[in-house]
């Protein structure tokens, strides 16, 4: 019988790892081996002012996380992303300056080889604050921003190739990506707005969610999107107070609600992060939009199903800014904690 969120019945394994840095994003990376796991984590030094983008290996007796390759980063790290192509590791993180880093990593040891720029003197994106997301296999990325520019960032071994999408002129902002596939990607926004665009179709997105939202809502952003591997025609946005929802792109203008403020919400705070639970298996051929795990500024990581309670796997005194669900253990969660730590789950 297929598991659901609500067979959860054990509190998680947790160990609170401090890092005496500012954690701003983390990501498991592809394994190495059976044996070995690693990570890479987005770091700020408060008293230096410095960023870095930091591998670190997972040592299991007792538990704890060793530095084992860094790279320094031209400025604070916005959002970032790991995949895996051929024999390395690719790890693209975007900056609030509005720069691109590529890093390549030895998949023998999982060191930082190489590395390739785009600087923001460059123009990838003309004000603070950008998202990148990186397509399964490594070979491409979007980067979009508050500017209003879409961007699709060809990587190679040596160089980025960048083609300009879409640009708003800064009449739309998009905070938020997702690819879907490899020719199309979701994006978000302000209003709780979503896109889906298609790369065979320049011009703009070929379609468009604009829900008529309460007007407390109408203010909101869409910080997180996800999409599922086997519903690619549903999209998962959270955002702004304690609000989760799915756009299926056969229902256009139809949100369905997950979680909102005073309605069978857990947190009423900013919804940082989202992910669909890799740890429970569901029907592929049912109607009901699969479970997902979100984090919020009020220190809140719980699952949330559609119809059911939310069940609060961790709870902090502190912002949970981001995390990921590890793609080969998914009872494994990596989080950033606001308070200069990192918490890793261990679900039973």
Known sequence: MAATAMSVSERPVIHRLPQHKYIDAVRWLPPLSTFDRFAVLAAFDTDSGSSSIEIHSLNPNPLSLQPHSSFSSSSRVSSLR????????????STAAGSLHILFSDSADATFESEVSMPEEEGLHSVPGSCVDLMDGGVECVTVGEDGRVNLVSIGNSNLSCDRLFDSGGLVSYTAAKWASPMEFATGGYGFSLQWWDKRKPGGPVSQFKANWDQKFTAGIVHSIDIH??????????????????WDLRWQQQPIILSEAGVQSISESEVWEVQYDRCIKSSTTSTRILPAVICS???????????????????????????DIDRHNPS?????????????????
């Open 332 to 348: 494994d969660v990596i989080c950033s904690l606001e308070w200069e730590a990192v918490a890793i789950l261990t679900r039973r």
């Open 229 to 246: 591997p086997s519903r690619k025609h549903t999209c998962l946005a959270g955002g702004s107070l304690g609000t989760v929802f799915a």
């Open 297 to 323: 500024e009020d220190g809140i990581l719980a699952i949330i199903e559609q119809g059911e309670e939310p069940i609060e796997l961790l709870a902090e005194p502190c912002a949970i800014n981001g995390f």
């Open 82 to 93: 790991a995949s895996q192509f051929l024999q390395k590791t690719v790890v693209a993180a």
